[in-house]
């Protein structure tokens, strides 16, 4: 209980769902100690936010970096001393992509700094389209490094203790991020992180892991109008639907069955990773199902891609 609530200050937990912590998950030592480079590369999908609704005034934009560094600790969501945000860098609309030091660092800006002020704008935090949550082999690899930024991350990356198997096995549990949001709500749930990539490639393998998860979705929260994966090869041209790469798509035909199959979906494991739920607009749900429908073969009715005729 002690570690719970020490869980839930630390921002890794809310208090909701902190008698939900999974069972701690094994811990082995580490033989060959990765390099602070390899861990950072190994963590950084997982280490950036994207602040949206920026000023358009290039001195804040500049300044955003330093704007950052002061508010994580102000706030009391820094990890330790020094700087928190190692860079900002624009993108080509009205925001710019942040990469923290730390994973908590990052889950800690993304669930509190949307709807704070920066000169005359709110901004706005969510992940980027890249994002994914770190799976339980990579926080196992990663303790030790000080990327997870959790208690026990930053001296030794030989991990066997049960306070660090515990603290582990939270990072995990915390690593689809936020619950989906209310306000957020439509009638499509977008399931992230629901295949490896060997099993997207597959397309016998991917359409069947999308008939099974809609048959459960429909029993568990309510009837379904159609699902879609999204394979490769199976997207609009458009740097619009990149994100969307390896998603499933369920519409549902109530909002509030959709609210209740996120909510129960969101931090699932599938194969040691947690499933991130998010929603989509039924128009780009409709879109990509009308084109996906036209490139697949004439009887296949699922959604997904097919080969090329």
């Known amino acids: 209980a002690t570690q719970q609530m020490q869980l ?3 921002g890794l937990l809310n208090p909701g769902a ?24 190994m963590s950084l999908r997982a280490r950036r936010v994207r602040v949206g609704n920026m ?6 934009a ?45 889950q800690n800006a993304r669930q509190n700094l949307g709807g704070l002020k920066y000169g ?11 994002y994914a949550p770190l799976t339980d082999d990579e926080v196992r690899q990663l303790m030790g490094s000080g990327v997870l930024g959790i208690d026990g991350d930053g001296s030794s990356q030989t991990v066997t203790g ?16 936020t619950q989906p949001r209310d306000a957020d709500a439509t009638k499509v749930v977008v399931i992230a992180n629901l295949l490896s990539a060997a099993e997207l490639a597959d397309e016998k393998e991917a359409v069947e892991c999308m008939e099974d998860t809609r048959d459960k979705c429909e029993e568990d929260f309510g009837e379904v109008s159609e699902a879609l994966i999204v394979t490769p090869g199976s997207l609009p041209e458009g740097p ?33 990773r947690p499933a991130r739920c998010t929603y989509a607009s039924e128009e780009l749900f409709r879109k990509l199902h009308d084109w996906m429908t036209k490139q697949i073969h004439p009887k296949d ?6 080969d090329p005729a």
């Open 162 to 177: 049960p306070k660090e198997e515990t603290m582990a096995a939270a990072v995990i549990a915390a690593g689809a991020g």
């Open 55 to 60: 000023p358009s005034d290039p001195e804040l």
């Open 120 to 130: 005359d704008n709110t901004l706005t935090v969510d992940w980027p389209p890249d």
């Open 62 to 106: 500049a300044g955003l970096k330093e704007f950052l560094n002061a508010l994580l600790p102000a706030l009391k969501l820094s990890v330790r001393d020094g700087e928190c945000v190692i860079v900002t860098t624009p993108d080509a609309t009205d925001g710019a992509l942040v990469e923290l030091r730390t994973v908590r660092e990052a």
């Open 240 to 272: 619009e639907y990149e994100e969307w790469m390896g998603k499933m798509m369920v519409l549902f035909k109530e909002k509030d069955s959709a609210m209740k199959a996120a909510k129960a979906l969101h931090g699932l494991k599938f194969d040691g």
């Open 301 to 306: 009715n699922t959604g997904a891609a097919a």
């Open 18 to 41: 902190a008698a939900a912590v999974p069972a701690a998950v094994p811990v082995a030592a580490v033989k060959e100690p990765l390099t602070h480079e390899a861990a950072m590369a």
């Open 8 to 10: 839930v200050r630390a």
